[in-house]
């Protein structure tokens, strides 16, 4: 639909404008996601050169970056990315938190399409006057001004029944399972591919704030905080990652 079209050419826009979004022929995924713990501005990509020739990717908070008002030190890209990406898959695991959010998720989209509770309702109304009228045909009451009637009724109800297809055909009917569906298949992604982090963040994460000895993520339904210590989540997350010790500064 052009309405869906355009929303997307919007979206592409934004994200093409985003911040050291393509920096480096590397993406930045967490870009407008992670942000400063001490000053709450955004941390943008950087990189960097070693004498030996080797290009190291940072995320930087921009205030201490730009304008030196921020004394918050830069971390490395793939540690504080592998940390969100594992930590979300973490999230995603409880079946019960997903089907807490395909509930929420069916009540949201059913308040936002109220053209089709309203023509459901008009078709059930004209459906009483058709039965009522039929009922009194059976009793024997026919004649030319019930005929013309029933006519009338029958093609409101066509129109109103044609009407709920196109509204249903706009914005096809989703059911529970197929949302738990679409969450459930990020537990079996490939961690290392893209594409596939990509979508992990920008479907469940809506920010992340980065302390020195902590960190706060805020995910994208109802009650989706959780903070917790550098400490904590080395317990909590697997062994995949290497150390969840922020790495030094480098010059």
């Not at 990717?57 to 201490?64: F, L, T, V």
């Amino acid at each position: 639909p052009m309405d869906l079209f355009e929303s997307v050419q919007k979206k592409m826009e934004t994200n093409q404008k985003a911040p050291a979004r393509h920096k480096a022929e590397d993406d930045y995924i967490l870009t407008t996601k992670l942000k400063c713990g001490k000053c709450g501005a955004f941390m943008i990509g950087d990189s960097g050169t070693s004498r030996t020739g080797a290009v190291h990717r940072y995320y930087k908070c921009i205030n201490a970056k730009k304008r030196k008002t921020c004394d918050k030190k830069a971390v490395k890209k793939n540690w504080i990315e592998d940390i969100v990406i594992q930590y979300t898959l973490k999230v995603i695991m409880d079946d019960e938190l997903i089907d807490t959010i395909a509930v929420n998720i069916l009540d949201m989209l059913s308040q936002e399409n109220t053209k089709i509770p309203q023509l459901q309702a008009k078709l059930k109304e004209v459906n009483g006057y058709i039965d009522n009228l039929l009922d009194a045909i059976q009793q024997g009451l026919f004649n030319a001004s019930a005929k013309k009637r029933l006519d009338e009724l029958e093609q409101t109800k066509a129109e109103i029944e044609t009407a709920i297809y196109s509204e249903q055909l706009q914005k096809p009917e989703i059911t529970k399972a197929h949302i738990s569906f679409f969450i459930t298949k990020f537990r079996k992604m490939n961690v290392n591919d893209l594409a596939s982090r990509k979508q992990l963040i920008d479907s469940f994460v809506n920010s992340v704030y980065l302390y020195d000895d902590k960190i706060v993520f805020s995910f994208n339904y109802k009650d989706g905080t959780k903070e917790l210590t550098l400490d904590e989540l080395n317990e909590e997350l697997s062994s995949d990652l290497e150390c969840l010790t922020p790495p030094r500064r480098s010059k």
